[in-house]
């Protein structure tokens, strides 16, 4: 009786394939990046369930853009530019169905878009950086150093006392290796931290998730 007891406990407590294929500090970094980018969408935005929508919306372009990530000048960019364009369409949307209107003078305007790319690319570093820790040191300087960063690959190389070539190898594995946990963090659940967690809240990410991409078929 007890052994069965034992069992039950262990069945009930273990994680799915999935999940088991990152351990809690990576779970953890994932639910954090993603927090990261609903924290700034939830300040922007002035409405939870609206911040949510574009959430979704920006993770669901995020994976079927993924394949872009080799082509791109910078992970940051890539990913600021797949979050503008969603809070855009977001915004063009709202403006169509008439929710709300705003008025204001073109320089309050100014000022606004002034303060809105840098909070953005604070927010989307922020989020980076909860994910690099979970790559390969060797990975994760080099994409800090050469994608967030900005500095110049022949500094950074002469830095790390290795060759050009050796350089754009880890950069260009460091950002896949990237890509992937991307990937994941767009899929892990935001309240366990599991892949393929079946609490309500992860299947209404999935639902919207699939939602999403239907309307992009059409």
Not at 28 to 47: C, S
Not at 98 to 125: G, K, Y
Request: proline content about 3%.
């Amino acid at each position: 009786m007890k052994n069965d007891q034992g069992d039950k406990v262990s069945l009930v407590d273990q994680p799915d394939a999935a999940a088991k294929s990152t351990d809690a500090a990576v779970r953890h970094a994932l639910v954090e990046g993603r927090h990261q980018i609903l924290k700034f969408l939830r300040r922007r935005l002035g409405d939870p369930e609206a911040a949510e929508d574009v959430l979704q919306t920006f993770m669901l372009r995020a994976i079927d853009r993924s394949e872009q990530l080799r082509d791109v000048r910078a992970v940051r960019g890539w990913l600021s530019q797949i979050l503008v364009s969603s809070i855009a369409d977001h915004g063009r949307k709202v403006s169509r169905q008439r929710q709300r209107e705003v008025v204001m003078a073109p320089t309050d305007l100014e000022s606004v878009h002034h303060d809105f790319d840098e909070e953005l690319d604070e927010a989307i570093c922020n989020c980076l950086y909860k994910l690099l820790p979970t790559l390969k040191p060797e990975y994760a300087e080099v994409v800090w150093r050469v994608d967030l960063q900005e500095q110049p690959r022949e500094a950074v190389a002469k830095d790390l006392g290795i060759t050009l070539n050796n350089l754009n190898v880890r950069v260009h594995r460091g950002r896949q290796a990237l890509k992937t946990r991307l990937q994941q963090m767009c899929l892990t659940c935001p309240v366990h931290g599991f892949l393929d967690c079946d609490c309500d809240a992860a299947e209404r990410v999935r639902a919207r998730i699939e939602a999403l991409a239907d309307e992009s078929e059409i």
